[in-house]
C-alpha cells in the first residue's frame, strides 16, 4: 500500500508540474469515393491559431499541442464541415484520426451551414443507422470496451441478460444480425460462439483498434442480406505509418493486452497487432468468482493484426487477422448448498459442461481508387470455428443439514448426455464497387461467393424416457415411451454447400433535397436449394437543407436458417429444403440537428415476418405424448414501434445520449388446435430506455496542488490527473418474457437411468404470458489521463450495476418441484492500467 501511494504520489506531482506535449496526425478523404482530399483546413478549435492543411495524399499533421482533449474543425471548398471531438493527445502514442467529408451544400442568404459532427455519407444507410468511432467505444461506461455491448445503448436493441453481449434488433432473433468486418461477413466475433447466436460472454475485437462502427437496425440496402434484423459494419483503422513502434500495454481484472503499432518501408506500409489473455482465472483465487455473480472460470486468449501496404497511390493492399481461442469448465457441485432443501435427503443430477472454441479470421483486401469517379474492392477471406462441448450428467444422493448443506453424498450414476464437436470454415470471394457514373447518381454493386471449405459436424444427444398417467388415475397406462437419441454427422468437402449473391443499388438525386435509392439483390443457397430476390427503396428529402430530414424505406429480406435447422436426428434429410425465413421492413425516420453536435431522431417501423422456422413438436404440443424434430416454415411474427434517439457529440467537454424504445413484438399462433390468435415473443421488449452522459473536467489537479495542505496530500491517495473524464449510463427494460411452467405428477422422467422422477415441468400453453422482473443497471466510470516525458499512463474505474440492482437471469426448474432464482451482475468494480509509448 506504501509503494502503490508513493507512485501515484511521483505521477501526480510529476505531470502536475510540467507541460507535456503531443501532437495530432490523420487523413481526410471523400466519405463516397474514398478519395484522399489535398488542401483541407484542419483547425484546433481550443487553440486560437492552431492548425494546419492536408498534402496531396489528404494527410495532415498538427504538433506541439499540450496533451489534453481537442476538437477539430475540417473544412473544404465543396464539401460540408464537419468537427471531429474528443482527439486524445498524449506524449505517448498517438492513434492516426481518419475523417470522411460530405458533399457541402451552398450556402445562401435563407441556409446557413452549421458544422456537422459525423458524416452521413460514410453510412451505411439513411435512416436507422448510428456510428460510434473508437474513442466513443472506448469511453463507453459499463461497455468494458466490448462493441456490442456499447451497440446495446443504440434505440430498437434489447439486451437478454449481462451475462452475454447479444443483440435483439427490433423484435429479431439474435441470429438475425449480420456482422461484416473489412468486407468480409463473420457468424460471430465472440469468445464461446455457438450455432445458433452472433454473441458470446466476451468480445475478440480490440476497440483500440477500430477506426468506425456503423450499426443499422433495419431498412439497409441492397449491400447487405442473408440476415433480416441489423448490420454491424466494422473497420480496423491502420497502424501509425510516422513511427518505428508504438504500443499500449495494459491489464485490468478481466486481462491483460498489449497493442504495437508502426510504419515500414519508407511509410508506404503500416502495421498494428494486438494481443490479450484473460486473467479472471486470479481474480477467482483471490475474491472467488462467485463474488461477481459467474458460475464458473473463462479461459481465453486472441489475437488481431491489419497489414496495410501501398502498391501505388491509388491501389492499396490490406491483410487482416482475427484468432481466438475460449474454453470454459462448469463443474456441477454435487456438495452445493442449497437453502431450499433443509434437513432432507434427495437425489437429483448435477450437470457439467466443458466447451472448448476457437475461432478465425483472415482476408486480403486490394482496394482500386478511381479519384472522383470511386472505387472498387476485391475480397478473399477464410472464416472458420471449431467446437468441442461434452457435457455429462452425475446422479447423485445427498444428506442435507439444517441450513441446506451437504452433510453426505454417493455418485450414483454418471453417463454424458451431449457431445458435439465441429469444423466449420468457409471460403470466401467478394468484390464491390461504387461508381458515379452520372452527376445525379451513384451506383453500387457487387458480388460475393462462400462455400464451405470444411464442414464436419458430429451432433450426440442421450435420448429421454418418460411416462404418462393421462386420466390421472394414479396408474402409469403409456409405459416407457423413448425419444429416440440423437446421432447426426455430416462431413461436407469443398464446395457442396454454398452461398453467393449479386446485388446493384442506385442512389438518383432528384433535386438538391430529395434523393431516391432503387436497389435489388439476389441470394442462393445451393444446400437447401433455395433462392430468393430482394427488392430495397429508399426516399429521402431534405425540408429545411441541410438540418432536417425526411426518410422512408421499405423492402424484403431474406435470410437462410441456422445450419442445425436442416439437419434431423435419422440423418433422412427431411429438413434440408426449409424455405428461407422473409421480413418486410418499413420505417419512416425524422431527423433533426438541433444545435452544435446535437441530434434528434424518431423513427417508426413494422416488420412482417414469415417462413419462419417452427418445430413439428411445438405445433403438436396439444398431444403430450407426440415428438418430432421436423421444421415447418409456417411461423409468423411481427413487430413494430416508436423509437426517440437523442445524441450530443462532445461540444464544451460534454457528451451524452438519451434513447426510448416502444415497441410490440407477436408470434401468430401455429399450434394445431390454435390456442390463441398471437402471443408476445421471444423477443418483446416493449419498453426500452437508456441514458449516457459523461463530461471531461480539466484543471483539477491544478486546483488541489493549489489547495490547502489537508485537501491536497490527501488527494493524492486517489489518481486524480489534471483532466479526468467521468460517465455513467443507465438502463431500463420490461422483463424478459417467458411460459410459465406447471409442476405434475402425472408425467415422470427417468432420472439418471435409476429410478422415475416423482413428477415434471411441463409448460402452460399460455406462452410468453409471463415476464421476469422488469430490468434496471446504473453504471459509472472514471478516467484519469498522467503524461510523462515519453510516455503516458491511463488508470480508470468503472463499477457496474452501482445501485446492486438483483436482475434475474432465469429461474431454475428442479426435477423435486422447487425452483431456483439465478441472478445478473451483482455490483462489480472493474479497474485498469493502460501504459502507452
Given at each position: 500500500m506504501?509503494?502503490?501511494?508513493?507512485?501515484l504520489?511521483?505521477?501526480?506531482?510529476i505531470?502536475?508540474?510540467?507541460?507535456f506535449?503531443?501532437?495530432?496526425?490523420g487523413?481526410?478523404?471523400?466519405?463516397?469515393t474514398?478519395?484522399p482530399?489535398p488542401?483541407?483546413n484542419v483547425?484546433v478549435?481550443e487553440?486560437e491559431?492552431?492548425?494546419?492543411a492536408t498534402s496531396?495524399?489528404g494527410?495532415?499533421?498538427i504538433?506541439s499541442?499540450?496533451?489534453?482533449t481537442y476538437?477539430?474543425k475540417?473544412s473544404?471548398?465543396?464539401?460540408?464541415?464537419?468537427?471531429l471531438?474528443?482527439?486524445?493527445?498524449?506524449?505517448g502514442?498517438?492513434?492516426?484520426?481518419?475523417?470522411?467529408?460530405?458533399?457541402?451544400?451552398?450556402?445562401?442568404k435563407?441556409i446557413?451551414?452549421k458544422?456537422?459532427?459525423q458524416?452521413?455519407g460514410a453510412q451505411i444507410?439513411?435512416?436507422s443507422?448510428n456510428s460510434?468511432?473508437?474513442?466513443?467505444i472506448l469511453?463507453?461506461?459499463?461497455g468494458?470496451q466490448?462493441?456490442?455491448?456499447?451497440?446495446q445503448?443504440?434505440p430498437?436493441?434489447?439486451s437478454?441478460?449481462d451475462?452475454?453481449?447479444e443483440l435483439i434488433v427490433?423484435g429479431?432473433?439474435?441470429?438475425e444480425?449480420?456482422t461484416?468486418?473489412e468486407?468480409m461477413?463473420i457468424?460471430s466475433i465472440n469468445?464461446y460462439?455457438n450455432?445458433y447466436n452472433s454473441a458470446?460472454?466476451?468480445n475478440m475485437?480490440n476497440?483500440?483498434m477500430i477506426?468506425?462502427?456503423?450499426?443499422?437496425a433495419g431498412?439497409?440496402p441492397a449491400q447487405?442480406?442473408?440476415?433480416?434484423?441489423?448490420?454491424m459494419n466494422?473497420?480496423?483503422?491502420e497502424g501509425?505509418?510516422?513511427?518505428?513502434?508504438a504500443s499500449n500495454?495494459?491489464f485490468?481484472?478481466?486481462g491483460?493486452?498489449t497493442?504495437?503499432e508502426?510504419?515500414f518501408?519508407?511509410?508506404?506500409?503500416?502495421?498494428i497487432v494486438?494481443?490479450?489473455q484473460?486473467?479472471?482465472?486470479?481474480?477467482d483465487k483471490i475474491i472467488?468468482?462467485?463474488?461477481i455473480?459467474?458460475?464458473?472460470v473463462?479461459k481465453?486468449?486472441?489475437t488481431q493484426?491489419?497489414?496495410v501496404?501501398?502498391?501505388?497511390?491509388?491501389?492499396?493492399?490490406a491483410?487482416?487477422?482475427l484468432y481466438?481461442?475460449?474454453k470454459?469448465d462448469?463443474?456441477g457441485d454435487?456438495k452445493?448448498?442449497?437453502e431450499l432443501r433443509?434437513n432432507?435427503?434427495d437425489s437429483?443430477?448435477?450437470?457439467?459442461v466443458?466447451?472448448v472454441?476457437?475461432?478465425?479470421?483472415?482476408?486480403l483486401?486490394?482496394q482500386?481508387?478511381?479519384?472522383?469517379a470511386g472505387?472498387?474492392?476485391?475480397?478473399?477471406?477464410?472464416v472458420?470455428?471449431t467446437?468441442d462441448?461434452e457435457a455429462?450428467?452425475?446422479f447423485?444422493?445427498r444428506v442435507?443439514?439444517?441450513?441446506?448443506?451437504?452433510l453426505?453424498?454417493?455418485i450414483?450414476?454418471?453417463?454424458?448426455v451431449?457431445?458435439?464437436?465441429a469444423i466449420?470454415?468457409?471460403a470466401?470471394?467478394r468484390y464491390?464497387?461504387?461508381y458515379?457514373?452520372h452527376?445525379?447518381h451513384?451506383?453500387s454493386a457487387?458480388?460475393?461467393?462462400?462455400?464451405a471449405?470444411k464442414w464436419?459436424?458430429n451432433v450426440?444427444?442421450?435420448s429421454?424416457t418418460?411416462?404418462f398417467?393421462?386420466n390421472?388415475?394414479g396408474?402409469?397406462?403409456?409405459?416407457?415411451?423413448?425419444i429416440?437419441?440423437w446421432s447426426?454427422?455430416?462431413?461436407?468437402?469443398f464446395?457442396?454447400a454454398s452461398?453467393y449473391?449479386?446485388?446493384?443499388?442506385?442512389?438518383?438525386k432528384?433535386?438538391p433535397?430529395?434523393?431516391?435509392?432503387v436497389?435489388g439483390?439476389y441470394d442462393h443457397f445451393t444446400y437447401?436449394?433455395r433462392?430468393?430476390?430482394?427488392?430495397?427503396v429508399?426516399?429521402a428529402y431534405q425540408?429545411?437543407?441541410?438540418?432536417?430530414?425526411?426518410t422512408?424505406?421499405?423492402?424484403?429480406?431474406y435470410q437462410?436458417h441456422?445450419?442445425?435447422?436442416?439437419?434431423d436426428?435419422?440423418?433422412a434429410?427431411?429438413?434440408?429444403g426449409?424455405?428461407?425465413m422473409?421480413a418486410?421492413?418499413?420505417?419512416?425516420?425524422?431527423?433533426?440537428?438541433?444545435?452544435e453536435?446535437l441530434?434528434?431522431?424518431v423513427e417508426?417501423?413494422?416488420?412482417?415476418?414469415?417462413r419462419?422456422?417452427?418445430?413439428?413438436?411445438?405445433?403438436f404440443?396439444?398431444?403430450p405424448?407426440?415428438?418430432s424434430?421436423?421444421?415447418l416454415?409456417?411461423g409468423k411474427r411481427?413487430?413494430?414501434?416508436?423509437e426517440?434517439f437523442?445524441?450530443?457529440?462532445q461540444v464544451?467537454?460534454?457528451f451524452g445520449?438519451i434513447?426510448?424504445?416502444?415497441?410490440?413484438?407477436?408470434?401468430s399462433d401455429?399450434?394445431i388446435?390454435?390456442k390463441v390468435e398471437?402471443?408476445?415473443s421471444?423477443?418483446d421488449y416493449?419498453?426500452i430506455?437508456?441514458v449516457l452522459g459523461?463530461q471531461?473536467?480539466?484543471?483539477v489537479r491544478?486546483w488541489?496542488?493549489?489547495?490547502?495542505?489537508f485537501?491536497?496530500?490527501?488527494?493524492y491517495i486517489?489518481p486524480?490527473?489534471?483532466?479526468m473524464?467521468?460517465s455513467?449510463?443507465?438502463r431500463y427494460?420490461t422483463?424478459r418474457p417467458?411460459t410459465p411452467?406447471?409442476y405434475?405428477t402425472w408425467?415422470?422422467?427417468?432420472?439418471?437411468t435409476?429410478k422415475?422422477?416423482?413428477?415434471?415441468w411441463?409448460?402452460?400453453?399460455r406462452?410468453?404470458?409471463?415476464?421476469?422482473?422488469?430490468?434496471?443497471r446504473l453504471?459509472i466510470?472514471?478516467i484519469s489521463?498522467?503524461?510523462?516525458?515519453?510516455?503516458?499512463?491511463?488508470?480508470?474505474?468503472m463499477?457496474?450495476?452501482?445501485?446492486?440492482r438483483?436482475n434475474?437471469?432465469?429461474?431454475n426448474?428442479?426435477?423435486?418441484?422447487?425452483?431456483?432464482?439465478?441472478?445478473?451482475?451483482?455490483l462489480f468494480?472493474?479497474?485498469?492500467?493502460?501504459i502507452?509509448?
Amino acid at each position: 500500500m506504501r509503494k502503490t501511494f508513493s507512485i501515484l504520489l511521483l505521477m501526480a506531482s510529476i505531470s502536475s508540474a510540467q507541460q507535456f506535449e503531443g501532437q495530432i496526425r490523420g487523413t481526410v478523404v471523400d466519405a463516397k469515393t474514398k478519395e484522399p482530399l489535398p488542401g483541407v483546413n484542419v483547425i484546433v478549435l481550443e487553440r486560437e491559431g492552431k492548425g494546419t492543411a492536408t498534402s496531396d495524399d489528404g494527410s495532415f499533421s498538427i504538433p506541439s499541442l499540450p496533451v489534453g482533449t481537442y476538437s477539430l474543425k475540417i473544412s473544404a471548398v465543396g464539401f460540408e464541415t464537419q468537427v471531429l471531438t474528443n482527439v486524445v493527445v498524449s506524449t505517448g502514442r498517438q492513434s492516426p484520426v481518419f475523417v470522411t467529408l460530405d458533399e457541402g451544400v451552398i450556402e445562401t442568404k435563407e441556409i446557413t451551414v452549421k458544422a456537422s459532427y459525423q458524416s452521413k455519407g460514410a453510412q451505411i444507410a439513411p435512416l436507422s443507422t448510428n456510428s460510434l468511432d473508437r474513442s466513443e467505444i472506448l469511453r463507453s461506461p459499463g461497455g468494458v470496451q466490448d462493441i456490442q455491448r456499447v451497440v446495446q445503448m443504440m434505440p430498437g436493441v434489447a439486451s437478454s441478460t449481462d451475462n452475454i453481449n447479444e443483440l435483439i434488433v427490433r423484435g429479431g432473433a439474435p441470429y438475425e444480425n449480420l456482422t461484416v468486418m473489412e468486407h468480409m461477413e463473420i457468424p460471430s466475433i465472440n469468445h464461446y460462439s455457438n450455432q445458433y447466436n452472433s454473441a458470446g460472454p466476451i468480445n475478440m475485437v480490440n476497440a483500440d483498434m477500430i477506426r468506425d462502427v456503423q450499426f443499422s437496425a433495419g431498412g439497409f440496402p441492397a449491400q447487405y442480406g442473408d440476415k433480416v434484423s441489423s448490420v454491424m459494419n466494422i473497420s480496423i483503422r491502420e497502424g501509425n505509418r510516422d513511427v518505428g513502434i508504438a504500443s499500449n500495454t495494459g491489464f485490468n481484472m478481466a486481462g491483460i493486452g498489449t497493442l504495437i503499432e508502426g510504419g515500414f518501408a519508407g511509410g508506404r506500409g503500416s502495421y498494428i497487432v494486438s494481443a490479450r489473455q484473460s486473467l479472471l482465472q486470479l481474480v477467482d483465487k483471490i475474491i472467488g468468482i462467485s463474488s461477481i455473480s459467474l458460475t464458473a472460470v473463462p479461459k481465453y486468449w486472441d489475437t488481431q493484426a491489419k497489414f496495410v501496404y501501398d502498391l501505388t497511390p491509388n491501389q492499396k493492399l490490406a491483410l487482416n487477422i482475427l484468432y481466438g481461442r475460449s474454453k470454459i469448465d462448469v463443474e456441477g457441485d454435487p456438495k452445493e448448498k442449497d437453502e431450499l432443501r433443509k434437513n432432507v435427503s434427495d437425489s437429483s443430477s448435477v450437470q457439467s459442461v466443458y466447451p472448448v472454441n476457437t475461432q478465425y479470421v483472415v482476408g486480403l483486401n486490394h482496394q482500386t481508387l478511381w479519384g472522383k469517379a470511386g472505387f472498387g474492392t476485391l475480397t478473399l477471406y477464410s472464416v472458420g470455428t471449431t467446437i468441442d462441448v461434452e457435457a455429462r450428467s452425475d446422479f447423485a444422493s445427498r444428506v442435507r443439514g439444517p441450513s441446506g448443506e451437504v452433510l453426505s453424498y454417493e455418485i450414483l450414476n454418471s453417463r454424458n448426455v451431449f457431445s458435439n464437436k465441429a469444423i466449420e470454415s468457409f471460403a470466401g470471394a467478394r468484390y464491390d464497387l461504387f461508381y458515379q457514373w452520372h452527376s445525379s447518381h451513384e451506383l453500387s454493386a457487387g458480388a460475393q461467393v462462400q462455400t464451405a471449405a470444411k464442414w464436419k459436424n458430429n451432433v450426440w444427444l442421450v435420448s429421454d424416457t418418460s411416462r404418462f398417467d393421462l386420466n390421472q388415475d394414479g396408474v402409469f397406462e403409456t409405459g416407457p415411451i423413448v425419444i429416440p437419441e440423437w446421432s447426426f454427422s455430416q462431413d461436407m468437402t469443398f464446395g457442396k454447400a454454398s452461398k453467393y449473391y449479386l446485388y446493384a443499388s442506385d442512389k438518383f438525386k432528384i433535386t438538391p433535397e430529395l434523393a431516391l435509392t432503387v436497389g435489388g439483390r439476389y441470394d442462393h443457397f445451393t444446400y437447401s436449394g433455395r433462392g430468393n430476390f430482394s427488392p430495397r427503396v429508399s426516399l429521402a428529402y431534405q425540408i429545411i437543407p441541410p438540418t432536417t430530414t425526411l426518410t422512408f424505406a421499405a423492402g424484403q429480406y431474406y435470410q437462410t436458417h441456422p445450419f442445425p435447422f436442416y439437419g434431423d436426428r435419422r440423418n433422412a434429410g427431411y429438413n434440408r429444403g426449409l424455405e428461407n425465413m422473409r421480413a418486410n421492413h418499413y420505417v419512416f425516420s425524422l431527423e433533426h440537428f438541433m444545435d452544435e453536435g446535437l441530434k434528434l431522431s424518431v423513427e417508426t417501423y413494422y416488420k412482417d415476418y414469415s417462413r419462419v422456422a417452427v418445430s413439428e413438436d411445438f405445433i403438436f404440443s396439444a398431444n403430450p405424448t407426440f415428438w418430432s424434430d421436423k421444421y415447418l416454415t409456417v411461423g409468423k411474427r411481427r413487430s413494430y414501434g416508436l423509437e426517440f434517439f437523442v445524441e450530443q457529440k462532445q461540444v464544451k467537454d460534454f457528451f451524452g445520449t438519451i434513447s426510448v424504445s416502444l415497441s410490440k413484438t407477436e408470434d401468430s399462433d401455429p399450434r394445431i388446435p390454435r390456442k390463441v390468435e398471437r402471443y408476445p415473443s421471444d423477443y418483446d421488449y416493449p419498453l426500452i430506455v437508456t441514458v449516457l452522459g459523461g463530461q471531461v473536467v480539466r484543471g483539477v489537479r491544478e486546483w488541489l496542488d493549489d489547495s490547502p495542505f489537508f485537501i491536497k496530500y490527501p488527494s493524492y491517495i486517489l489518481p486524480f490527473s489534471n483532466e479526468m473524464e467521468l460517465s455513467f449510463k443507465y438502463r431500463y427494460q420490461t422483463g424478459r418474457p417467458f411460459t410459465p411452467k406447471t409442476y405434475v405428477t402425472w408425467k415422470q422422467v427417468r432420472e439418471g437411468t435409476i429410478k422415475w422422477s416423482q413428477g415434471a415441468w411441463i409448460d402452460s400453453d399460455r406462452i410468453n404470458s409471463t415476464r421476469y422482473p422488469n430490468y434496471s443497471r446504473l453504471d459509472i466510470q472514471w478516467i484519469s489521463r498522467f503524461p510523462l516525458r515519453n510516455w503516458n499512463i491511463n488508470v480508470y474505474l468503472m463499477v457496474i450495476n452501482v445501485l446492486n440492482r438483483k436482475n434475474v437471469f432465469f429461474d431454475n426448474y428442479r426435477s423435486d418441484g422447487t425452483i431456483e432464482t439465478v441472478y445478473q451482475f451483482t455490483l462489480f468494480p472493474v479497474g485498469g492500467i493502460e501504459i502507452e509509448f
